[in-house]
Nanobody
Framework: QVQLVESGGGLVQAGGSLRLSCAAS????????MGWYRQAPGKQRELVAT???????NHADSVKGRFSISRDNAKNTVYLQMNSLKPEDTAVYYC??????????????WGQGTQVTVSS
């Protein structure tokens, strides 16, 4: 079993900052990519950012220059630093990890989601 636990969501005013964390634990042999999606009410899930085990990152155009993804491989944890938040960033944020378990089976694992609300 592999579990991802998210933290750090909440309510913030426009222009403010939040930092999301997502820790993977359980029967993990290795983890390749980790990242974040978000889903706003009535909209499709959107890829926000990804990071490989080597540290290569990609960010959606909508968050470039404002959000920054990072990870701590020793802790199997991925972070999303969100600055200059806008009301349109309001969504449920989901982390994922592409991990191989101790049985050498690869899967994409998901966090439970954390709500981010940005007030205008």
């Amino acid at each position: 079993q592999v579990q991802l636990v998210e933290s750090g969501g909440g309510l913030v005013q426009a222009g403010g900052s939040l930092r999301l964390s997502c820790a993977a634990s359980g029967s993990i042999f290795s983890t390749n990519s980790m990242g974040w999606y978000r889903q706003a009410p009535g909209k499709q899930r959107e890829l926000v950012a990804t990071i490989t085990s080597g540290g290569s990152t990609n960010h959606a155009d909508s968050v470039k220059g404002r959000f920054s993804i990072s990870r701590d491989n020793a802790k199997n944890t991925v972070y999303l630093q969100m600055n200059s938040l806008k009301p349109e960033d309001t969504a449920v944020y989901y982390c994922f990890a592409d991990s191989m378990n101790v049985e050498l089976r690869s899967s994409r694992y998901w966090g439970q989601g954390t709500q981010v609300t940005v007030s205008s």
